[in-house]
């Protein structure tokens, strides 16, 4: 029987074939490259110039995360602390600590610490850490026991689809706003954190956006 189509067609078939293969292939390759940061972010723990502990000063001296991380209230950004706020205890304490020569290094130079920035979102999405902290969500739901680590690690893949869970459903994250850095907090006896939650959500109306403009704007 004769072939209904052409031995050249047949060819020309072919090499469609591979040109599309090869182009899913790339996309496929391209995508995940593209995805791979977003997918890694999870655990993400660089090393820092000064090994300092959020473990030692937060845990065990039960230091606030305000006395460092004082913008987080009433900015935008969180802002991690200047050399000077170290200094207000290590012009005394250990005060020839290899570890750290690079504060006092910092201090003498007016250069800043170039600590290594682990939490970051792409431009394009608006964050805003003020109005979370002051509707009452806590440290601990986007950041997780920081107080407990030596080093910090990312731990939310602080991607679109974990934004709107909280969004779709902000009660049982929240808490009295005077209590967000309390990290270990548990609600009273004989409630849960979601009525709790509940209860602030119709004292403040809170309505956390889920509109693509309240957060691309
Ligand atoms: C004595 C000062 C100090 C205190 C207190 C403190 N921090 Fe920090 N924090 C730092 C420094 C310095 C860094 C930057 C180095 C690092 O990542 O460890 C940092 C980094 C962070 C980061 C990572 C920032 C990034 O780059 O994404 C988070 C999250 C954080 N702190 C949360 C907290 C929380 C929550 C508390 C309270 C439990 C707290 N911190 C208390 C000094 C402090
Ligand atoms: C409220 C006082 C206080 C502040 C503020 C403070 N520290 Fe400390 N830090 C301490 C104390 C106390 C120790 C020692 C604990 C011990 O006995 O081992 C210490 C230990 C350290 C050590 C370990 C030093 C070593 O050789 O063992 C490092 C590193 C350090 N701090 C970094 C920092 C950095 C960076 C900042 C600023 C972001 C900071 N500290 C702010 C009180 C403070
Ligand atoms: C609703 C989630 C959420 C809460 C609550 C939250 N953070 Fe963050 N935090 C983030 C995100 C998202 C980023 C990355 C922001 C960016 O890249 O624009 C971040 C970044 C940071 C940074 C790095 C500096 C910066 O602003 O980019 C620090 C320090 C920090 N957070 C500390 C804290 C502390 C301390 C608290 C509690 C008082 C807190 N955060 C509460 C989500 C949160
Ligand atoms: C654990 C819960 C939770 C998570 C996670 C969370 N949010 Fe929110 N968000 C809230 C609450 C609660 C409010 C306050 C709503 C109000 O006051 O009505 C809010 C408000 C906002 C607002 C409106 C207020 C403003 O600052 O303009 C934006 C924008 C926003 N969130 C962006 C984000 C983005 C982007 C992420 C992810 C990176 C995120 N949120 C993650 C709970 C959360
Ligand atoms: C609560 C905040 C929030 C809302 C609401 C929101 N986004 Fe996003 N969006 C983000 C964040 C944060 C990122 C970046 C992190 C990531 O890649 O997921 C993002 C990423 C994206 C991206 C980049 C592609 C991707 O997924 O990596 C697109 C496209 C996008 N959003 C479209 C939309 C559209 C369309 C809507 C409305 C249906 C919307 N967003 C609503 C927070 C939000």
């Known amino acids: 029987m004769k072939p209904i189509f052409p031995k050249s067609l047949d060819f020309i078939v072919r090499a469609i074939g591979a040109f ?17 940061p977003v997918v890694l972010d999870t655990g993400y723990r660089p090393e820092q110039p000064v ?3 959020h473990k030692l000063h937060a845990g065990n001296m039960g230091m606030d995360c305000y006395y460092c991380h004082n913008t987080v209230m009433k900015a935008g950004h969180a802002a991690v602390p200047s050399t000077e706020t170290c200094m207000n205890c290590h012009t005394r304490v250990k005060t020839d600590s290899a570890a750290l020569a690079p504060i006092r290094a910092s201090y003498a130079t007016g250069e800043p610490v170039k600590w290594v920035k682990i939490h970051a979102l ?13 509707a009452g969500v806590s440290c601990v739901s986007c950041h997780g026991r920081v107080d407990q680590m030596v080093e910090v690690t990312q731990v939310k893949p602080l991607n679109m689809g974990w934004c709107l869970e909280c969004h779709r459903n902000p ?11 309390k990290l270990d907090w548990e609600p009273p006896a004989g409630k849960t954190a979601t009525e709790i939650g509940l209860e602030i959500v119709k004292a403040k109306g809170i309505n956390p956006p889920v509109n693509c403009g309240g957060c691309h704007r």
């Open 122 to 134: 792409p431009d394009y999405a608006y964050f805003n850490h003020s109005s979370h902290v002051t």
């Open 51 to 53: 090994p300092y502990s």
């Open 171 to 181: 009660a049982p994250n929240l808490r009295p706003a005077e209590l967000v850095t």
């Open 20 to 36: 599309l293969g090869i182009s899913i292939l790339t996309g496929v390759a391209a995508y995940t490259y593209f995805s791979l």
